[in-house]
């Protein structure tokens, strides 16, 4: 399993990497706020969650997070939802989330992670870069395709 780089435009920082399950098994882990720990590479998110079981455009939900040491909780709202395809959530910083899905066969699906930041001031977006967001983001979100990849690969 290859995690690859996708360019979406700047302030963007994406992942790929074909799973072999079906988009649907995809999406319902996606999808499901209080199964965000099982996708999670970068170690920072909890097991607290409160909100929907399932997803849907604008929905609400918070997670207990740990950073740095640091524990806190975010609410985010989900800003995009195209039911077994895509779901995508603004935090309270501005900066989005986003998971796209492509089913490629019945069993396989294309699944690209999205740290978003173009949504937020440009010296907003300076801050992020200069505290390293983009480059720490960019290694979580590969721990989280391949953590993903390996939770359906065949035995």
């Known amino acids: 399993m290859t995690v690859e780089q996708v360019e979406q435009g700047p302030r963007r920082v994406a992942r790929t990497v074909e799973v072999p399950a079906s988009c649907d098994d995809v999406f319902a882990l996606v999808a499901d706020p209080h199964r965000h720990g099982e996708l999670d590479g970068s170690g920072t998110v909890r097991d607290t969650v409160s909100g929907p079981r399932r997803l849907s455009q604008g929905a609400r939900f918070s997670v207990a997070m740990k950073q740095f040491g640091v524990r806190y ?9 195209e039911d077994g395809r895509l779901v995508e959530w603004s935090s309270p910083a501005g900066h989005r989330w986003r998971w796209e899905l492509t089913p490629l066969t019945p069993t396989s699906t294309r699944v690209t992670e999205t740290f978003d930041y173009s949504t937020v001031p440009a010296v907003q977006g300076k801050v992020f870069e200069l505290l390293g967001f983009p480059r720490q983001n960019a290694a ?3 721990a989280t395709l391949r953590q993903l990849a390996s939770r359906y690969a065949r035995a």
């Open 73 to 81: 909780r975010i609410t985010s709202t989900v800003t995009c939802f």
């Open 140 to 142: 979580a979100i590969e």
